[in-house]
């Protein structure tokens, strides 16, 4: 699905940057082609290899930071994990080059399943690794939710249907989530987190249930995901939706809404509806799934909008953009994404060891002192990747 990063490697050997470090690679990057994105992604994946990831000897896990602090855990939580499988897979899909990555990628899922625990009837991926790796966490549906879109990707890539049986696992954790009390305001939505002291109703873990509800329907045929992807799709349009394009974060149990905006509550959304509309064939959800695209991206392309959203929000964004992009093609997703990823490599980049910095949130400016993320890092590698998959 990815285009090809062979020119941009060949490219490479010749002017001698196959050899040379990161900084000195990317003065040969001139122009942000197809081969020059992959080309990026490529100095990023190994600079991610190298600083944050935590070797065959430990399991394949990462850190969830560098440098590390003595007080903090030794590895990471699942959502940064998670991601750096993602950003794999996206490796492992550059045509040509793609196949290097292939053993990797079938790492991380080895590793993702450490970090499941089958307790007392509800089961789930921990935030972080139950025992004897760690202390354990909380099942975030959120977090689930990722992890099962993400064994979709790699279904997708492999056709091992192992990865297909546990990506239906995960929908079954998340379905746990639905809040069925008819006396709230608003009645539904999916709890943010598997625990009798949840108040919250969230857009995200909503919308990207959803979405992986609608793919997996879209696989198997399933009345029972098609149900569920519409029923928790249109919560959050009916729940949340402030304008086209634009989700509010929540809503709590006694009506009180956050407002925050984020762009992967945009995103899902957006790949939610085009993957119904493909699966079913009703030009209503391609309609929404347009309307949400154009909003959001006339309100995330504002000034620093998009600057400030965490990388990996973006990273989201821009993926279920894509999604739109190849049923119902527009310039402008591209176009924002590469000015996005262009800024962000130029500006938040350290060139001395390849690895991305950003403020506390994940977004904004260039923060030398900050550590570097695997968060983060595996965001800006998914992005590079997407963009490389588009010739023109």
Not at 29 to 57: C, F, K, M, N, V
Not at 154 to 163: E, S
Not at 200 to 222: C, F, H, K, P, W
Not at 262 to 287: C, E, F, H, P, V
């Amino acid at each position: 699905m990815k285009t090809s990063a062979r020119a941009a490697l060949a490219l490479a050997v010749l002017c001698g940057a196959l050899w040379a470090s990161p900084a000195q690679a990317a003065e040969n990057d001139r122009d942000t082609t197809p081969a020059t994105w992959a080309h990026r992604a490529e100095i990023s994946y190994d600079s991610l290899q190298q600083h944050l990831y935590q070797g065959p000897q430990e399991h394949g896990l990462y850190l969830e930071k560098t440098p590390r602090k003595e007080e903090e855990n030794p590895h990471s939580y699942l959502w940064p994990l998670r991601e750096a499988a993602a950003a794999t897979v996206d490796m492992s899909e550059l045509p040509r080059a793609g196949a290097r990555y292939d053993r990797d990628a079938a790492e991380r899922f080895t590793t993702l399943r450490l970090y499941f625990n089958p307790r007392d009837g509800r089961p789930g991926y921990d935030s972080y690794l139950p025992a004897p790796l760690g202390q354990g966490g909380d099942v975030f549906y959120d977090d689930n939710a990722v992890v099962g879109l993400t064994f979709l990707d790699q279904y997708r890539a492999t056709g091992k249907k192992a990865y297909l049986e546990r990506a239906a696992e995960t929908f079954d954790v998340v379905g746990r989530g639905w809040d069925d009390d008819p006396a709230k305001a608003c009645p539904g939505g999916l709890h943010w987190v598997d625990s009798p002291a949840n108040y919250m109703r969230a857009a995200n873990v909503t919308g990207l249930s959803a979405q992986l509800a609608a793919e997996l329907y879209a696989i198997e045929r399933d009345e029972r995901y098609l149900a569920s992807a519409k029923k928790w799709y249109e919560w959050n349009w009916s729940c949340l939706r402030r304008s086209p394009g634009l989700y509010d974060n929540s809503r709590d149990d006694d009506g009180t809404v956050n407002k925050t905006l984020w762009t992967y509550n945009s995103g899902a959304m957006i790949g939610t509806a085009t993957t119904l509309y493909q699966a079913t064939g009703d030009r209503g959800y391609l309609k929404r799934a347009v309307e949400d695209a154009n909003g959001s991206l006339d309100y995330w392309k504002q000034g620093e909008r998009l600057h400030d959203q965490p990388a990996i929000f973006n990273a989201f964004y821009f993926d279920n953009l894509r999604i739109l992009d190849d049923v119902r093609p527009d310039r402008a997703y591209r176009k924002t994404a590469a000015a996005y990823a262009e800024q962000t490599w130029k500006d938040n980049r350290t060139p001395s060891d390849g690895l991305f910095r950003f403020q506390p949130s994940g977004g904004g400016d260039h923060a030398p002192d900050a550590p570097a993320e695997t968060l983060h890092q595996s965001a800006m590698i998914q992005i590079f990747a997407g963009l490389a998959t588009d010739p023109s």
